[in-house]
């Protein structure tokens, strides 16, 4: 396989740049492999696959909602019921290992530098670092992007449990 090379060369030069959206970054999420890494979603992966990939999906439009950079889930296995999501790509691998078309993903795509190749596995990794993409390991992109997310969604259910606390007092008269 290459590395889609020949791309880089076309964006070296400062004009080209620009023309190649260098501010906008393309994710290739290793979907089976974050899936393992976020517990609450891990935990429930033998008997509700489908939720599973759904909260995931869910998830990442969530985090990418206001932004320009593109997201494409990669999941093993074939498609179940389709997946809504705005922002998110999703692509299932159906008899391969989903790791092949991230690689694959990776020598298509015209500029690697502005891909941000998402998976704790060595070989995807690897391979993502060989091509000049930006790896990051799943478990950093938790501490990253869902840490930030889950301790906005927490401020506002304590929010929302204050305000009940509050109506609760004022029905019974407790102050």
């Known amino acids: 396989m290459t590395?889609?090379?020949?791309?880089?060369?076309?964006?070296?030069?400062?004009?080209?740049?620009?023309l190649c959206g260098l501010d906008m970054k393309i994710f290739f999420i290793d979907g089976n492999n974050l899936m393992g890494k976020v517990p609450s979603l891990s935990s429930r992966m033998n008997s509700d696959r489908a939720g599973v990939r759904e909260d995931l999906a869910l998830r990442l439009d969530s985090v990418f909602y206001q932004t320009n950079n593109k997201v494409t889930l990669f999941l093993d296995g074939f498609a179940g019921e389709k997946i809504r999501t705005n922002k998110t790509e999703i692509v299932y691998s159906n008899a391969?290992?989903?790791?092949?078309?991230?690689?694959?993903?990776?020598?298509?795509?015209?500029?690697?530098?502005?891909?941000v190749v998402v998976s704790s596995d060595f070989e995807v990794f690897n391979y993502a670092k060989k091509c000049y993409c930006e790896a990051m390991k799943s478990e950093d992109f938790i501490k990253r992007y869902f840490r930030n997310n889950e301790g906005k969604e927490e401020n506002e259910r304590i929010s929302s449990l204050e305000k009940q606390q509050d109506?609760?007092?004022?029905?019974?008269?407790?102050k």
Do not use: M, Y
Not at 3 to 18: A, D, V
Not at 167 to 174: A, D, Q, S, T
């Open 3 to 18: 590395c889609g090379n020949l791309s880089l060369l076309l964006c070296r030069t400062e004009k080209n740049e620009q």
């Open 167 to 174: 109506e609760f007092k004022k029905l019974f008269g407790i």
């Open 96 to 115: 391969r290992p989903a790791d092949i078309l991230i690689k694959n993903a990776i020598d298509r795509a015209k500029n690697p530098r502005n891909i």
